[in-house]
């Protein structure tokens, strides 16, 4: 086994807590069956080649001309690809040659269904675009069809783009998992909490009740799928509806996702409410008693970054939409140097506009460089791991993916490396952060299951959503034409 071990400067995350067939799947996986004369070889379900397989382990192993074997939706062992083909013959193997395998993304910080309004509302302030433009219109025209079609198109375009794992806040929670249990991805369905009138609940309490019976229907029902509260934030919810929160979150046992310490609105907001900024502001009223997904964290203070790291606050960093919506640079050397667990996410695609988790790699290093001034920061060792297994540490999922170890969900990608602007390769990890784009995934694989083969999505009617989408837009285009006419 030839093992490479990479010296870049990066600071290692850890943290452990605790369908259907949809059309397009085909009826039988490819009957490739490697090394077939070999009588003694184990049956298993997959293996995955590539002339690299980038572990993202704590030894941060490349492994050139490699391969992974899966079976029952498990990693049973990586390694030479001519050592992983001696020992199992596979149902299906996924050829390497100009291949990349390495984890999933993870995207820490997403509202799948938003990709419907993607471009409707653009070039504003965070709260002008919220509550004059976005509130309004998913009171208007957000229903559980909408999450539906909505949530459908961001697992294509999120498969498409190499992301395993996303962690999720929207209306209509009971939908998104629906969605997420046939396509076949896996994660984290946040049920909102806010105290306005919404899509989907009357006000903070109705949504805390409804979350709960939402959390109840889910929680252990399919292991991909991990139903959480999703509390807007410390201005859409006071103090006793927060702590009321995560008071339901522990009575059920589950996390928390919320935007947190995003704006210079927020942070002014928190000070003049509460006399201290937000993440001290929650710190005091018990908030980071159970597992906490803080989005954004642009603004917190360097005495309240050491409460994030003692308080193993899970950070998700969204460079493209804190740039958008100019709400500023995150700090995130000195989060990384106080230890604090970091991942990175794209927000939803009305603030984005998409939801390319390589571009989020590349901005992320790019803004701490220049903001720093100093081109050592936030190396590409670092910025992956912020995609993979620092970004399962942040969301408490770094005991089943984020890495390709043994015994952990194989969850996992092949990237070509093929295409004119991966010529020449001269560092592999240097080239997925800074080279890298969603055209460059080639298949998908979570939880032992092929979601995507050669760029073709398997697991979603893509053609339809396509046409439903297309569909739904244009009602909505009508609607808003209507309105501005008036």
């Not at 093992?3 to 490819?30: E, N, Q, Y």
């Not at 929680?219 to 859409?236: D, E, K, L, S």
């Not at 803080?294 to 970054?305: C, L, R, S």
């Not at 055209?439 to 893509?462: C, F, H, N, P, W």
Request: charged share 20%; aromatic share 6%; proline share 4%.
């Amino acid at each position: 086994m030839k093992t490479t071990t990479l010296c870049f400067l990066f600071t290692f995350l850890t943290i452990s807590l605790a369908g259907c067939s949809p059309a397009g799947t085909p009826d039988a996986v490819t009957d490739t069956v490697a090394n077939t004369d070999n009588d003694t070889a184990d049956r298993i379900d997959l293996i995955v080649k590539g002339d690299y397989v980038v572990s993202m382990d704590e030894d941060a192993a490349v492994y050139e001309d490699g391969a992974v074997a899966i079976d029952d939706g498990l990693i049973l062992a990586i390694g030479a690809a001519g050592d992983i083909e001696s020992q199992y013959a596979a149902q299906e193997v996924l050829d390497g040659a100009g291949r990349i395998v390495m984890p999933g993304l993870i995207n820490g910080h997403s509202h799948a269904a938003m990709t419907l309004l993607r471009g409707v509302a653009d070039d504003l302030a965070l709260m002008d675009w919220l509550n004059n433009y976005i509130f309004p219109a998913e009171v208007e025209f957000v229903d559980a069809e909408f999450v539906r079609i909505g949530t459908e198109l961001a697992c294509w375009e999120m498969i498409r783009g190499g992301t395993t794992t996303f962690v999720d806040m929207y209306y209509y929670p009971d939908t998104i998992a629906e969605v997420v249990e046939s396509c076949g991805m896996r994660a984290l369905i946040s049920a909102t909490v806010i105290d306005q009138r919404s899509p989907d609940a009357e006000n903070a309490a109705d949504s805390i009740s409804k979350g709960g019976g939402f959390i109840e229907r889910w929680q252990g029902r399919n292991p991909r799928i991990t139903p959480i509260f999703g509390p807007h934030a410390n201005y859409t919810l006071n103090a006793e509806q927060l702590k009321a929160t995560r008071e339901a979150a522990i009575k059920y046992g589950v996390g928390i996702s919320i935007h947190m310490s995003e704006s210079p609105f927020e942070l002014q907001y928190s000070q003049d409410t509460y006399g201290m900024p937000s993440v001290e502001m929650f710190n005091s009223i018990g908030f980071f008693d159970g597992p906490t997904i803080a989005a954004h964290m642009v603004w917190p203070t360097k005495d309240e970054i050491p409460i994030l790291a003692e308080r193993r606050v899970g950070v998700i960093h969204n460079p493209t939409s804190n740039m958008k919506i100019a709400s500023g640079i995150a700090p995130i050397t000195e989060l990384l140097d106080a230890g604090v667990l970091l991942g990175l996410g794209t927000d939803g695609a009305a603030s984005n506009n998409d939801l390319d988790m390589w571009e989020e790699m590349r901005l992320a290093s790019f803004l701490q460089k220049v903001d720093r001034m100093d081109p050592r920061v936030m190396p590409a060792a670092t910025v992956l791991r912020m995609a993979t297994s620092g970004g399962a540490a942040a969301v408490g999922l770094s005991d089943i993916t984020g890495s390709l170890e043994t015994g952990k969900q194989a969850d996992l990608i092949q990237v070509a490396f093929d295409d004119v602007h991966h010529i020449p390769t001269f560092n592999v990890i240097s080239h997925l952060v800074y080279v890298t784009d969603e055209q460059d995934v080639a298949s998908v694989v979570v939880d032992g299951k092929v979601l995507m083969r050669e760029r073709e999505i398997l697991t979603i009617d893509t053609d339809r959503v396509r046409a439903e989408a297309t569909d739904l837009a244009a009602r909505i285009q009508d609607a808003l034409n209507t309105r501005n006419q008036k």
